[in-house]
């Protein structure tokens, strides 16, 4: 998790939210770190987002407007991995 946290925050400090954080978004290389892939509804915070807007399950759905990038929407995304590590599933 701290790895995987520390790639959204290096992220954040370029100025850029990934909007869209889910497992299925996450490989593992062979040193057992996390890669970070499907980069498209990443946009730079505060620019409005495009059709890629997070998928449910994931996202913050009591957020009423979602059409903006932010460092929130990465931040629920992470706690919501954290509860779901301890029983992981892939349910569409």
């Given amino acids: 998790m701290e790895a995987l946290e520390s790639a ?12 869209d954080l889910n497992p299925k978004n996450i490989l593992v290389n062979e040193a057992e770190m996390p890669v970070l892939i499907d980069l498209g509804s990443s946009h730079q915070i505060g ?5 890629i807007r997070g998928n449910k399950g994931w996202i913050d759905e009591d957020m009423k407007d979602y059409t903006t990038s932010e460092k929130r929407h990465g931040m629920h995304a992470l706690a919501k991995i954290r509860v779901w590590l301890d029983k992981p599933t892939f349910e569409d």
């Fill in 47 to 51: 620019k409005k987002l495009t059709a």
């Fill in 8 to 19: 959204i925050h290096h992220l954040y400090s370029l100025g850029w939210a990934y909007n």
